[in-house]
């Protein structure tokens, strides 16, 4: 019977070490050998050489638009609408890129309401769409990640500095640049694989072969030409790089960017009118920027009448985007609470590390990776057609598992280490003792993680481009048809709806942060 204990333990690591293995198997060519020759094709290396010079390039752009609007963020204490901003920062960064996309033809597109001042050489379908939905996305991430960090500056080291009677480049030099220089490397690499691993954003704007990722090429190789061996390769390359690349910035620090900012009522530095005035310009051009391709739903959305709308496709999209999101989020909100607080028991520091990177290792694989050996291994024995929703459940939660463990793992710790002998104490029963001591303590956090990882399966795009079937679209399928198909009502309609659901899961977001 002292065994039973570890038997969910044990089932636990199995399904997350397991699909992890299983998919490894396939992509080493365990039944279906890849197609290494494609080493040889002058299309791979243009593929790779394209899929990194992009990710490059929105990452330099968004950290370095990043740092003026973050610093002002953190030290303008004038700064009006702070709080909405950071809070309108979070949306855009968590939010399902089919909405970004549909706002962006709109405001960008061949018929949009810009591109008439951008030139006859403006084209929003290819490297410069991509960038520009890039920097829309991670912009804002970057911005709060370093505004938290410039805020974390002690008074005291500002004081210091206007005591020394210190020059604006020089309270940079020593005092801001040595607090910032060891978090750059993290922005930037963190921000460099989300776009690396795009896909949903090259799918749509790419506009060619010419500008495809390995993601987007994978995609195409396993259900559009149906080849496994190409997306095999492709699929192992993308691991060996994106993994790679990972590990080498996850060492530089952890990004901290859902924590609530810092005391705003602690003593800043004030700067010199110009710097004041450049970091306010750049906060207003941003917010418009930032809101645009939003706002710009609202009149192409309730413009040309509702009649229009396929809303038995809308309702229909919608019912599997919420069976998919909440499943997944579920699974996911139980195993990161449930190993978080096996990991605290562990007394062996090696279970504890098994532990941790059974919990945290998806950030390695990305999404079409994993979908893409999974799907592949168990091509023969499973019938994607009528199971395909399952590994869509169980694909996603994986995904979202290693964002919900990191922010649950802390908070289980401080109660293991601070209040567990004392409610142990009390002689409570397993139940009471949850309901009435553990439940209360972890409300908040556990609201977080759903609120979280609710928005990120809700924009799922690439494991439902593998398994998903026509009968079951989802919400980010529905709008990236209707916008392919040039019904930009329709699809504004969609991603408005997406928003709100979106919006509604990050007031989960909104309450922890407000409780804290």
Request: aromatic share 14%; charged share 10%; net charge positive.
């Amino acid at each position: 019977m002292s065994h039973l204990p570890r038997l969910p333990l044990l089932l636990a690591l199995t399904f997350l070490l397991g699909a992890s293995a299983l998919a490894l198997l396939a992509l080493t060519g365990w039944e279906a050998a890849p197609d290494v020759h494609l080493w040889q094709d002058p299309w791979f290396w243009q593929l790779l050489k394209f899929t990194a010079w992009q990710a490059f390039l929105s990452s330099l752009l968004s950290v370095g638009l990043a740092l003026p609007l973050a610093r002002s963020l953190a030290l303008d204490q004038q700064l009006p609408g702070k709080a909405f901003f950071l809070r309108w920062c979070l949306l855009c960064f968590v939010m399902p890129s089919l909405i970004l996309i549909t706002g962006l033809v709109i405001v960008f597109g061949r018929s949009g309401w810009l591109t008439p001042w951008l030139g006859s050489s403006w084209q929003l379908y290819g490297l410069g769409g991509i960038l520009l939905a890039h920097v829309f996305l991670n912009l804002p991430f970057a911005a709060r990640v370093l505004s938290f960090q410039w805020a974390a500056i002690p008074a005291s080291a500002w004081q210091l500095a206007a005591q020394l009677h210190l020059s604006p480049w020089q309270r940079f030099r020593l005092v801001e640049w040595p607090v910032l220089r060891g978090l750059l490397p993290s922005v930037f690499g963190f921000i460099f694989l989300l776009c690396f691993n795009s896909f949903a954003v090259v799918l749509a704007l790419g506009g060619g072969p010419a500008t495809s990722t390995l993601e987007v090429a994978i995609y195409q190789a396993l259900k559009y030409n149906f080849n496994p061996s190409e997306a095999l390769f492709l699929a192992a390359t993308q691991l060996l790089l994106a993994g790679s690349a990972f590990w080498f910035f996850y060492r530089s620090g952890r990004l901290e960017w859902l924590a609530p900012a810092a005391d705003q009522q602690a003593w800043k530095p004030v700067s010199p009118p110009l710097v004041v005035w450049v970091g306010r310009l750049v906060y207003a051009l941003t917010g418009i920027f930032l809101a645009l391709p939003l706002i710009s739903l609202l009149p192409s959305a309730v413009g040309r009448g509702w009649s229009s709308i396929p809303w038995a496709a809308l309702l229909e999209a919608s019912g599997w985007s919420l069976f998919f999101a909440l499943s997944a989020s579920l699974l996911a909100l139980l195993l990161a609470a449930y190993l978080a607080w096996q990991a605290g028991r562990m007394q062996s520091p090696t279970l504890k590390r098994v532990i941790q990177f059974a919990a945290l290792h998806h950030l390695v694989i990305p999404g079409m990776v994993l979908s893409v050996g999974i799907y592949i291994f168990f091509m023969q024995r499973v019938n994607w057609l009528e199971h395909g929703w399952v590994a869509v459940i169980a694909l996603n939660s994986l995904v979202a598992l290693p964002f919900a463990f990191s922010q649950l793992r802390p908070l289980v710790y401080e109660y293991q280490a601070n209040y567990q002998r004392l409610a142990a104490s009390l002689a409570l029963s397993p139940w009471v003792h949850w309901r009435r001591v553990i439940l209360p303590f972890m409300r908040p956090a556990l609201m977080r993680v759903a609120g979280l990882c609710l928005v990120l399966t809700l924009g799922d795009f690439a494991i439902f481009g593998i398994f998903g079937q026509p009968g079951q679209q989802t919400l980010p399928w529905l709008i990236y048809d209707l916008a392919g198909s040039y019904q930009l009502t329709q699809a504004a309609v969609a991603s408005l709806w997406l928003l709100l659901l979106a919006f509604l899961a990050l007031m989960l977001l909104d309450v922890r942060e407000r409780q804290t």
